[in-house]
């Protein structure tokens, strides 16, 4: 859950397996999408997962906004998973 002022606005779900911290699902509300949040929730995991010596991985619907929002926050582009973009950053 992602509290801003006490209030929920998001939410991310991320599993850990032996080679990557893996974002699973996420959602910031789009009135408060684009003022950094996203960033410092994925900064503050790629140092978690850096202190664990793992990558950090997400998969993107091929059509899905959310594409840039990852090119932006450091991730490379993997390549095409069924309908999706897998990205990963390195830590």
Same mark, same amino acid.
């Given at each position: ?7 929920? #606005?998001?939410? !991310?779900? &991320?599993? %850990? ?12 509300? +789009? ?9 410092? #929730?994925?900064? !503050?995991? &790629?140092? %978690? ?12 619907? +091929? ?14 582009? &993997? ?13």
């Amino acid at each position: 859950m992602i509290l801003y002022d006490d209030r929920p #606005i998001g939410w !991310f779900s &991320v599993k %850990e397996n032996q080679e990557n911290f893996v974002i699973e699902h996420g959602y910031i509300e +789009q009135s408060y999408q684009k003022r950094k949040i996203g960033s410092i #929730i994925i900064d !503050f995991l &790629v140092g %978690e997962a850096g202190k664990h010596g793992k990558n950090v991985v997400v998969e993107v619907l +091929q059509n899905n906004p959310a594409r840039l929002f990852f090119d932006k926050a450091g991730f490379s582009e &993997v390549g095409p998973v069924n309908n999706s973009i897998q990205f990963i950053r390195h830590t």
